[in-house]
């Protein structure tokens, strides 16, 4: 009858409180655990979001500065333009103009085959914008390319020398190759090497 009763009894109040102690440890493990998990996530995938940010950036200099022509275009007053692909000839100019081939025409409209395309470093972002027409036509808008970017320079290559603006040939061919030096945030300073032209 003793034993019944004290079977009856249930836990101690110390041995309640330690169960509860024991509980609120292991949730409070538990709940740490998923919030690295959760927050290693997020930076895996805003890693994975910038590397690919970056190689889409490298794929559209790599398309835009390997079908580069030597058309000149005119500006938006009718000026024509010095040369098919430059660097800034001032603070509010773009980092790199160029008129490129390869512009597919898929509903055969009466437009040409070439581009206009120029790319701008704007707040840190780099950004990219593309004229409908090649002649005195205002920039498209802006396709953002790259964010975080708080330095750029281009470099011109022609026969194993790099100056900041390129320099004209006397056949009128553009450089051998361009260089981008840029500074981004988690990556650090980067250089990127394009061939222009099919590396003519």
Known sequence: MGSAARFRRGFTLVEAMTALLLFALIAAAGTAVLATSINNRFAVREASERTAALQRMRSLLRADLGQATTRRTRDRNGEPQPLPLAGPGGPADPVLTVTRAGWSNAGGARRSSLQRVEYRLVDGVLERRVSRFLDGSRPGPPQRLLTGVSELTVGFIRDGR???????????RPPDAVRLTLTLEGYGTMTQLFLVGGGR
């Open 162 to 172: 790099e100056t900041e603006a390129p320099v004209p040939d006397p056949a009128g």
